[in-house]
């Protein structure tokens, strides 16, 4: 088969390797697309402490069940799919309550498809046992197109991340952060019942990009002050909820100053290890009774819920997807996001 092989930083060959074989309880993929995240990105430019080149990425996964090892009863051959990609231990207290995201084979090791397990940037890929057995395959339903299908993924880590900052109807959410994962914020908000998104980001061509998803207030913030806008939208109270959608240490420490009494904050992003330690004034979150919440991957039912959106049409992936490469021109594709050209970028095998 053909597989974009990840050979260390800045290096990604389109190879012919073996097709996996499937084993006793395992089910073999076929892949029908795979979308690209930013991780994948900060792998091929920088590497991963958890993907040893050479190896296979890709993790926003579109497929057909070709071959289910014996054992098997979750698919069969032929059923339109998606994994949930993290593979916990399945024995831990996280993993029995069914948010295998806290596991720590998951959160401090990566235990999951493109990390640990061999992704989707190829023709093919296996679900190991394990994941089988957990409940890692998800049928989907035949009318989604492929390349929406891929969207669950980065749909339910969205999914998580607001399930804490308990968005209701009429609120003011201000997203920092015009990437694909900062436009799924702002569909998300709106699906909640927020009266107003605020979509901020220092790059006016990003926000272009992000006019499909129809955010009631853009701001470019290398070009106006952020704190002032957001206070005369919001008639001087700061925002209800504020989502750090980028890995930027300054929109963290910036988010205090954007947020209202009880707001709520996420830090969304994860940092780089070197930038990770940050400085706010504390005394805003105690007197303004501020929360501030992190979020990391998702479980297996945020995956069924953003399926549930996507196949409903409440969550419309068509307009997140502006870009599609082939397998063979995967770098081509990488390079297109790197720049910040597209919104999101589909790999179809």
């Known amino acids: 088969m053909k597989a974009a ?20 309880g395992e089910v073999l993929l076929k892949i029908d697309a795979c979308a690209v995240c930013g991780t994948d990105l900060r792998i091929y430019q920088h590497g991963h402490h958890a993907v040893t080149p050479p190896h296979i990425t890709g993790h926003e996964v579109s497929a057909t069940v070709a071959e289910v090892g014996k054992g ?10 998606t994994v949930v990609t993290e593979i916990g231990c399945g024995q831990c207290d996280w993993c029995r309550r069914g948010r295998q995201n806290m596991c720590p084979d998951v959160s401090q090791n990566l235990s999951a498809i493109g990390y640990r397990y061999p992704g989707a940037f ?16 998800l049928k989907v339903s035949s009318e989604l197109p492929a390349e929406q299908v891929c969207l669950v993924e980065p749909l339910s880590c969205v999914i998580n ?26 569909a998300m908000a709106k699906v909640q019942g927020a009266a107003k998104v605020i979509l901020a980001d220092i790059s006016q061509s990003r926000l272009r990009l992000a006019e499909g998803v129809s955010p009631e207030v853009t701001v ?4 106006e002050d952020l704190v002032q806008r957001v206070m005369d939208e ?116």
């Open 5 to 24: 092989v990840y050979l260390g930083p800045g290096r990604i060959d389109v190879q012919e390797v073996p097709t996996p074989q499937c084993h006793e």
């Open 72 to 81: 098997v009863m979750a698919c069969q051959v032929g059923d339109r799919v």
């Open 122 to 137: 190829a023709e093919y890929m296996v679900m190991p046992a394990e994941g089988v057995r957990q409940g890692n395959i």
């Open 161 to 186: 991340g607001q399930s804490y900052l308990k968005i209701v109807p009429g609120e003011t959410v201000l997203v920092i952060g015009s990437g694909p994962i900062g436009c799924m914020h702002v």
């Open 220 to 223: 470019n913030s290398a070009e």
């Open 234 to 349: 919001t008639k001087g109270k700061g925002a209800d909820v504020v989502i750090v959608a980028c890995s930027v240490p300054a929109a963290q420490e910036q988010a205090l100053k954007l947020v209202g009494i009880q707001g709520r904050i996420s830090f969304f992003g994860g940092l780089p290890k070197d930038k990770a330690v940050i400085g706010f004034d504390s005394n805003v979150v105690h007197y303004k009774e501020v929360s501030v919440f992190g979020a990391f991957a998702s479980y297996s039912y945020q995956y069924l819920q953003a399926l549930a959106l996507l196949e409903s049409g409440k969550v419309q992936a068509s307009r997140f997807i502006t870009h599609r490469f082939p397998l063979s021109d995967i770098v081509q594709g990488f390079e297109t996001a790197i720049r910040g050209d597209a919104l999101k970028v589909v790999i179809l095998p």
